[in-house]
């Protein structure tokens, strides 16, 4: 008698489908498309810019009374606010800063925010020898007379409302108190242009702040467009310099001395000593050349017997500190390091079988211990960075992730800051030493990052509840940001876990109160965190109850310790990636973080908030369902889904390069060049068969931006990645041909490239319902792309195109660091799940592999004959 299949098993290789890919022109421009004039009297608008402007500039200081100081490479000049128009009705889109640079006038745009009201104020740095070029351009777009000609600049001026003079407090980022007395340490983000780190600007603002009695750090951040420096002073002896340097820096921010205070961990247990040794005989140490997860935290306890058969290394930032772990009540990089090598050990300790590890686990201690000098405002990155280095230093070539659980909520993550921005240059190869010239970016050593979203602590019930922003850097466009739900809902006397069991973590933080299309989602996935109780007074906390059991640092003492919130989450995620790399050796940083999202999946509690009747989602708009994405992320990863296909959930994988845009000799502006067609290997008979089955689509895009730093960061994403990425599914009445033409056609009118690709996404030339979680409309920032397709499956048979194009990015705008032609590369993975069905979508498209094999092989074989 014949085995029954089992059509939900994974066990079989997911389809790779880099031999259906097609490269084609991604064609720019020819002609704007006609736009409704949002202006009634375009002269009199423009005289009244000029009246605003020439007063918001003032005269220009006579030399003798100029207290502006002499900075190499900056010019003198005077900074202004704009603040830009209302947006035209309730559902129109923000109205943003319009780009007012003129490189050759070094006219530039410094920051820019997003205000309540969706207008945006920005500040407009102007030298005194452009004030006539401004004008003048003002002067032309409000002309009388023009006849046909065209209205010059409209996308310029038109959107602003207000000019008016700008204060130096303008430049701080943050809330700051101006009266206060006490010294601070200071972020100046210097508007640096050279590309030799560091430049002669930052060289010459940081001696002058010598001068000016300022004290500075030794150390800088990088990055393309800027140089972080950090100073320390009191507010208003900073804002004093500041007056004195105008478009010399972006802006400015505070510069946190200390990391957020780890939890205070507690708990004992009898026998702990016999539980430990029982399991450590169960234990296999991993194999030579195994991956590795690197702890950057507080140091380990390597003696440990739990961890001492997986510890590959452990350094320190600073020798002197020395690598054990120094965090009390058991420590924290201890916990974090026997999460990562084997997850939750309260499932290890209630089984006998043997334990087989795949990966190691390393430790960098990048916190100093009690005694020493707290690290400088620059810790942050810098030293998150030189954690990277020394670990790659100590053991070279290692495939080798990176865990970071350190978090702080001293600054707002609603734009990328120098710590999030050095996890994106750690990812994507960029950081200090790295870049090189004559090495494609492609080519660039990339790192997968796992980081902690941040916790929302105990307290008065009411107030965990609320909605609890992600911390600093969990706002990482290229990291993997790591929230949490639980499992966890023991029952104790006179105390009630807060959360229903597998929901989200009462720890966990997101991002819905941060701007969708500026913002990435995050977290992007949920592990394990563990849950609080609440007591009769409606007071909540963490329990070891509802608590994961981990390795303690105090090993005679208390060798196992509960560990909770985003930590113990980060530490869980650490050893699924882990044990994913082991499965699946060879892959991408890019493609292993796409897994891990595509094998993502909501449990209960949450799917009812999303999944509607039928082969709907939940009648909700598209803001409430981002809402909801941005407190969840996509779900909780599988191990299972993320290694391999099952007959009835199949995942078809690509990795490729790309080139997203093209400065040709000679010319100066570059265009957009690459973009993939991908004709699909295609189930279309099984879902065909299966007619209104409920099915899902899942498409996760993949990539990782190099970051530039900069004041309209916060507003404009275009101008922190280096280039983007955007996917779009052929429609189900829509022929190869309309496809391409659709998506190949030129560019309306969005300088930026978003604009357009949200227009020709949601253009239907052929109306059909979509079956989109989020939809085309729903533009996110970020280097990671995901939506779900949820319908019948009779539907999704004709979805079996798939095109990945480029929007713009630095590379694109900013021609002096001459990156236009440079290489980037994405991963792309596309499943689709009949989720309970007895329906096998793998052989079809296996077959269809193997005859393209066949069929490659044949054209080869005939070209060489």
Same mark, same amino acid.
């Not at 309730?90 to 920051?111: E, F, H, I, M, N």
């Not at 560990?563 to 892959?587: E, I």
């Not at 996110?780 to 480029?806: E, F, K, T």
């Given at each position: 008698?014949?085995?029954?299949?089992d059509?939900?098993?994974?066990?079989l290789?997911?389809?790779?489908?880099?031999?259906?890919?097609?490269a084609a022109?991604?064609?720019?421009p020819?002609?704007?498309?006609?736009?409704?004039?949002?202006?009634d009297?375009?002269?009199?608008?423009?005289?009244?810019?000029?009246?605003?402007?020439?007063?918001?500039?003032?005269?220009i200081?006579?030399?003798?009374?100029?207290?502006?100081?002499?900075?190499?490479?900056?010019?003198?000049?005077?900074?202004?606010?704009?603040?830009?128009?209302?947006?035209?009705?309730?559902?129109?889109?923000?109205?943003?800063?319009?780009?007012?640079?003129?490189?050759?006038?070094?006219?530039?745009?410094?920051?820019?925010?997003?205000?309540?009201?969706?207008?945006?104020?920005?500040?407009?740095?102007?030298?005194?020898?452009?004030?006539?070029?401004?004008?003048?351009?003002?002067?032309?777009?409000?002309?009388?007379?023009l006849?046909?000609?065209?209205?010059?600049?409209?996308?310029?001026?038109?959107?602003?409302?207000?000019?008016?003079?700008?204060e130096?407090?303008?430049?701080?980022?943050t809330?700051?108190?101006?009266?206060?007395?006490?010294?601070?340490?200071?972020?100046?983000?210097?508007?640096?242009?050279?590309?030799?780190?560091?430049?002669?600007?930052?060289?010459?603002?940081?001696t002058?702040?010598?001068?000016?009695?300022?004290?500075?750090?030794?150390?800088?951040?990088?990055?393309?467009?800027?140089?972080?420096?950090?100073?320390?002073?009191?507010?208003?002896?900073?804002?004093?310099?500041?007056?004195?340097?105008?478009?010399?820096?972006?802006?400015?921010?505070?510069?946190?001395?200390?990391?957020?205070?780890?939890?205070?961990l507690?708990?004992?247990?009898?026998?702990?000593?016999?539980?430990?040794?029982?399991?450590?005989?169960?234990?296999?140490?991993?194999?030579?050349?195994?991956?590795?997860?690197c702890?950057?935290?507080?140091?380990?306890s +390597?003696?440990?017997?739990?961890?001492?058969?997986?510890?590959?290394?452990a350094?320190?930032?600073?020798?002197?500190?020395?690598?054990?772990?120094?965090?009390?009540?058991?420590?924290?990089?201890?916990?974090?390091?026997?999460?990562?090598?084997y997850?939750?050990l309260?499932?290890?300790?209630?089984?006998?079988?043997?334990?087989v590890?795949?990966?190691?686990?390393?430790?960098?201690?990048?916190?100093?211990?009690?005694?020493?000098?707290?690290?400088?405002p620059?810790?942050?990155?810098?030293?998150?960075?030189?954690?990277?280095?020394?670990?790659?230093?100590?053991?070279?070539?290692?495939?080798?992730?990176?865990?970071?659980?350190?978090?702080?909520?001293?600054?707002?993550?609603?734009?990328?800051?120098s710590?999030?921005?050095?996890?994106?240059?750690?990812?994507?190869?960029?950081?200090?030493?790295?870049?090189?010239?004559?090495?494609?970016a492609?080519?660039?050593?990339?790192?997968?990052?796992?980081?902690?979203a941040?916790?929302?602590?105990?307290?008065?019930?009411?107030?965990?509840?609320?909605?609890?922003?992600?911390?600093?850097p969990?706002?990482?466009?290229?990291?993997?940001?790591?929230?949490?739900?639980?499992?966890k809902?023991?029952?104790?006397?006179?105390?009630?876990?807060?959360?229903?069991?597998?929901?989200?973590?009462?720890?966990?933080?997101?991002s819905?109160?941060?701007?969708?299309?500026l913002t990435?989602?995050?977290?992007?996935?949920?592990?394990?965190?563990?849950?609080?109780?609440v007591?009769?007074?409606?007071?909540?906390?963490?329990?070891?109850?509802?608590?994961?059991?981990?390795?303690?640092?105090?090993?005679?003492?208390?060798?196992?310790?509960?560990?909770?919130?985003?930590?113990?989450?980060?530490?869980?995620?650490?050893?699924?990636?882990?044990?994913?790399?082991?499965?699946?050796?060879?892959?991408?940083?890019?493609?292993?973080?796409?897994?891990?999202?595509?094998?993502?999946?909501?449990?209960?509690?949450?799917?009812?908030?999303?999944?509607?009747?039928?082969?709907?989602?939940?009648?909700?708009?598209?803001?409430?369902?981002?809402?909801?994405?941005?407190?969840?992320?996509?779900?909780?990863?599988s191990l299972?889904?993320?290694?391999?296909?099952?007959?009835?959930?199949?995942?078809?994988?690509?990795?490729?390069?790309?080139?997203?845009?093209?400065?040709?000799?000679?010319?100066?502006?570059?265009?957009?060049k690459?973009?993939?067609?991908?004709?699909?290997?295609?189930?279309?008979?099984?879902?065909?068969?299966?007619?209104?089955?409920?099915?899902?689509?899942?498409?996760?895009?993949?990539?990782?931006?190099?970051?530039?730093?900069?004041?309209?960061?916060?507003?404009?994403?275009?101008?922190?990645?280096?280039?983007g990425?955007?996917f779009?599914?052929?429609?189900?009445?829509?022929?190869n041909?309309?496809?391409?033409?659709?998506?190949?056609?030129?560019?309306?009118?969005?300088?930026?490239?978003?604009?357009w690709a949200?227009?020709?996404?949601?253009?239907?030339?052929?109306?059909?319902?979509?079956?989109?979680?989020?939809?085309?409309?729903?533009?996110?920032?970020?280097?990671?792309?995901?939506?779900?397709?949820?319908?019948?499956?009779?539907?999704?048979?004709?979805?079996?195109?798939?095109?990945?194009?480029?929007?713009?990015?630095?590379?694109?705008?900013?021609?002096?660091?001459?990156?236009?032609?440079?290489?980037?590369?994405?991963?792309?993975?596309?499943?689709?799940?009949?989720?309970?069905?007895?329906?096998?979508?793998?052989?079809?498209?296996?077959?269809?592999?193997?005859?393209?094999?066949?069929?490659?092989?044949?054209?080869?074989? +005939?070209?060489?004959?």
């Amino acid at each position: 008698m014949a085995e029954e299949a089992d059509f939900s098993a994974h066990e079989l290789d997911h389809v790779r489908i880099e031999a259906f890919r097609e490269a084609a022109q991604y064609e720019f421009p020819s002609k704007p498309q006609d736009r409704k004039p949002r202006r009634d009297d375009y002269p009199a608008h423009a005289q009244l810019l000029i009246e605003q402007l020439v007063a918001a500039l003032g005269d220009i200081p006579p030399p003798n009374d100029d207290n502006r100081l002499t900075i190499l490479g900056q010019r003198k000049g005077a900074i202004v606010e704009l603040q830009t128009m209302a947006p035209a009705t309730d559902k129109s889109g923000a109205t943003k800063t319009p780009a007012l640079d003129y490189p050759g006038q070094d006219v530039v745009v410094l920051r820019s925010v997003r205000q309540e009201d969706r207008t945006e104020r920005a500040l407009l740095f102007i030298p005194d020898d452009a004030r006539e070029f401004l004008l003048e351009r003002i002067e032309a777009y409000g002309a009388e007379g023009l006849g046909n000609k065209k209205r010059p600049d409209v996308p310029k001026f038109e959107p602003i409302e207000v000019i008016e003079a700008a204060e130096v407090r303008s430049l701080f980022a943050t809330q700051v108190n101006f009266e206060e007395p006490q010294p601070l340490w200071w972020e100046l983000w210097v508007r640096e242009p050279s590309t030799a780190k560091p430049g002669p600007r930052t060289n010459a603002i940081v001696t002058a702040a010598q001068l000016a009695g300022l004290g500075v750090h030794n150390d800088t951040l990088k990055f393309p467009d800027s140089e972080v420096a950090f100073v320390y002073g009191a507010p208003t002896a900073l804002t004093t310099f500041l007056s004195r340097i105008p478009g010399a820096v972006w802006e400015v921010r505070k510069a946190e001395w200390s990391i957020e205070p780890f939890l205070d961990l507690g708990g004992a247990g009898v026998g702990q000593h016999d539980w430990v040794n029982e399991m450590v005989g169960r234990v296999v140490p991993p194999e030579d050349g195994a991956p590795a997860v690197c702890v950057i935290d507080t140091g380990l306890s +390597a003696a440990h017997p739990l961890i001492a058969p997986g510890v590959a290394g452990a350094w320190a930032v600073n020798e002197q500190w020395g690598s054990d772990d120094h965090q009390p009540h058991g420590g924290h990089g201890t916990p974090m390091a026997g999460m990562v090598l084997y997850g939750d050990l309260f499932w290890r300790m209630n089984d006998n079988q043997q334990v087989v590890l795949g990966h190691y686990v390393e430790s960098v201690k990048f916190l100093p211990p009690a005694g020493f000098v707290a690290n400088q405002p620059s810790a942050y990155g810098l030293v998150t960075q030189s954690a990277v280095s020394i670990a790659e230093i100590g053991r070279p070539n290692v495939s080798r992730s990176f865990c970071i659980a350190s978090s702080t909520s001293l600054f707002a993550p609603d734009s990328p800051s120098s710590w999030s921005g050095a996890l994106d240059q750690i990812c994507a190869g960029s950081m200090k030493g790295e870049r090189q010239i004559e090495i494609l970016a492609k080519d660039h050593p990339k790192r997968l990052v796992m980081v902690a979203a941040g916790n929302v602590i105990g307290g008065p019930r009411a107030e965990v509840e609320q909605h609890h922003s992600i911390e600093d850097p969990a706002q990482s466009w290229n990291a993997l940001t790591i929230g949490g739900f639980t499992a966890k809902g023991e029952l104790v006397a006179n105390l009630t876990p807060l959360a229903a069991v597998n929901d989200k973590s009462p720890f966990s933080t997101g991002s819905q109160n941060l701007v969708g299309e500026l913002t990435p989602i995050k977290p992007e996935v949920l592990f394990e965190a563990g849950n609080m109780m609440v007591d009769g007074s409606g007071s909540c906390d963490w329990h070891p109850a509802v608590s994961l059991l981990a390795t303690g640092s105090n090993v005679e003492g208390e060798p196992l310790v509960p560990f909770w919130a985003t930590s113990a989450a980060t530490g869980m995620a650490g050893n699924f990636v882990g044990q994913l790399k082991a499965a699946v050796p060879g892959l991408w940083p890019e493609t292993y973080r796409a897994l891990v999202v595509q094998s993502a999946q909501w449990p209960d509690p949450i799917r009812r908030k999303l999944i509607g009747k039928g082969a709907h989602w939940k009648g909700t708009g598209k803001a409430a369902k981002n809402s909801i994405l941005r407190d969840v992320g996509f779900g909780v990863p599988s191990l299972a889904r993320a290694v391999a296909s099952a007959r009835n959930d199949l995942t078809l994988l690509a990795q490729s390069e790309i080139q997203p845009f093209l400065l040709a000799q000679g010319s100066n502006s570059a265009v957009f060049k690459d973009m993939h067609f991908y004709e699909l290997p295609w189930p279309r008979s099984a879902l065909q068969a299966l007619e209104s089955t409920i099915v899902v689509m899942k498409v996760t895009l993949s990539y990782f931006v190099e970051p530039n730093l900069s004041g309209r960061a916060a507003t404009r994403p275009e101008t922190y990645r280096s280039y983007g990425l955007r996917f779009e599914l052929k429609k189900r009445l829509e022929t190869n041909d309309q496809f391409r033409e659709r998506l190949s056609r030129p560019e309306p009118q969005a300088a930026d490239g978003e604009q357009w690709a949200a227009a020709v996404a949601a253009e239907n030339q052929q109306p059909e319902p979509s079956h989109w979680l989020l939809g085309p409309k729903a533009v996110q920032a970020g280097s990671l792309h995901c939506d779900l397709w949820r319908g019948y499956a009779v539907d999704l048979a004709s979805h079996d195109h798939i095109a990945v194009y480029p929007v713009s990015g630095w590379w694109k705008s900013h021609l002096g660091q001459k990156r236009a032609n440079d290489k980037g590369r994405y991963s792309l993975a596309v499943s689709i799940t009949a989720e309970g069905q007895e329906v096998d979508l793998y052989s079809e498209v296996a077959a269809e592999v193997d005859a393209q094999a066949v069929q490659a092989g044949d054209i080869l074989i +005939a070209s060489v004959g």
